[in-house]
C-alpha cells in the first residue's frame, strides 16, 4: 500500500495496476481509431508500399484474388492460399500481394514493377489504395496529410 505524506491518501498495488491498464487501453483506442497510412518504399528494380488494416487476411485475400479473375488481361502467375500472397502480371507490368495475418487485422504488403515506365513510382501505391477501396477500409498516403 502506498501511502501520502500525511497519510489522507492511500493507493493499493492492484487499484494502481487498474489505474495504468485503463490509461493504456484509453490510449490504445486512440491509435485504433485513426486513418492507416500507407508507406512507399523503393529498390532498384521495385517499389513497395504497405499498410496495417482492420480487415481479416482472409477477406483482403479473397477480395484480392476475385478482382484479379475480374480483370481478362491480368494473369495470376503465383497464387498461394495457405500464405494469402498472389503474384500477377499485365503484359510488362508485375505484382505481388500478399496479406500478412497480425494479431488483429493484416499487414498488407505490395510490391510493383511496371517494367520500367514512368508509373512505376506509385504502383504499388496505387494497388494499395485499390485494395483498402476494395475491402472498405479507409487508407491513406503520406502526401495525403
Known amino acids: 500500500m502506498v501511502t501520502g505524506g500525511r497519510g489522507k491518501w492511500s493507493y493499493s498495488p492492484q487499484l494502481l495496476g487498474k489505474l ?6 484509453v490510449s490504445m483506442l486512440g491509435c485504433v481509431a485513426a486513418v492507416p ?5 523503393a529498390s532498384s528494380k521495385h517499389y513497395t508500399a504497405t499498410v496495417q488494416m482492420k480487415t481479416g487476411p482472409e477477406d ?15 494473369k495470376i502467375e503465383t497464387r498461394d492460399d495457405e500464405k494469402f500472397l498472389v503474384e500477377a502480371t499485365k503484359g510488362e507490368i508485375f505484382a505481388s500481394i500478399h496479406a500478412e495475418p ?16 514512368d508509373e512505376d513510382k506509385d504502383l504499388a501505391l496505387r494497388i494499395v489504395k ?5 475491402v472498405g477500409e ?6 495525403e496529410g
Open 20 to 25: 495504468l491498464l485503463v490509461l493504456i487501453s
Open 37 to 41: 497510412v500507407i508507406i512507399k518504399m
Open 60 to 74: 483482403v485475400y479473397r477480395a484480392v484474388i476475385a478482382e484479379l479473375e475480374k480483370k481478362p488481361d491480368v
Open 102 to 117: 497480425l494479431k488483429r487485422g493484416t499487414q498488407l504488403i505490395v510490391t510493383a514493377d511496371a517494367g520500367g515506365k
Open 130 to 134: 485499390a485494395v483498402c477501396d476494395l
Open 138 to 143: 479507409q487508407c491513406k498516403a503520406p502526401e
